[in-house]
């Protein structure tokens, strides 16, 4: 077999579904969950075994352009680019309890996308606002999840003296 960026990006996507579907073992369950259809650790292991059937997938089947240089797979990558998108994520998520989830996660796509190359204001907002308040609408009005709202917020409503 030789190896593309293709493959070599779906190598990599498939060790992280592998590592990703042993840790979803890990969730803990409520005792109240035994029978139910859904539970805490069915999405996740269901993103594992698809993204880990799909990485193999384009792991075996042949494509073109393939190469048989392990090293040339990597050269020409924007490397810089994509440590700074993992320093993002990085940041999302250590500020996440400070911020809340919309706010954390409208600054972390609007940053994201800036990064990626957009650079018109308006295309930029305009894709990070709706899409996170999508995300929020879904997860606490249609299934239920508490979003805990940051300590700014919090520091803000204190201050206020809004109760």
Same mark, same amino acid.
């Given at each position: 077999m030789t190896l593309? !960026?293709? !493959? &070599? +990006? &779906?190598?990599? /996507?498939?060790?992280?579904?592998? &590592?990703? +579907? /042993?840790?979803? +073992?890990d969730i803990p369950s409520l005792p109240s969950d035994k029978f139910a259809p859904m539970t805490a650790s069915t999405l996740p292991t269901a993103l594992a075994w698809i993204t880990g059937v799909l990485s193999f997938l384009l792991l075996v089947l042949p494509q073109r352009g393939e190469t048989d240089d392990f090293l040339s797979v990597f050269k020409g990558l924007n490397w810089g680019r994509t440590f700074t998108l993992l320093g993002l994520m990085v940041a999302y998520g250590a500020s996440f309890n400070w911020l809340g989830f919309s706010l954390a996660t409208i600054l972390f796509l609007t940053a994201s996308i800036y990064v990626l190359g957009e650079r018109r204001w308006k295309v930029i907002l305009l894709s990070s606002i709706p899409v996170t308040l999508a995300f929020w609408f879904i997860l606490t009005k249609l299934l239920e999840i508490t979003l805990r709202e940051g300590e700014l917020y919090f520091a803000i409503i204190k201050l206020l003296g809004i109760n």
């Open positions: 593309s !960026k293709e !493959k &070599a +990006g &779906a190598l990599c /996507f498939l060790v992280v579904a592998i &590592a990703y +579907g /042993f840790m979803t +073992g």
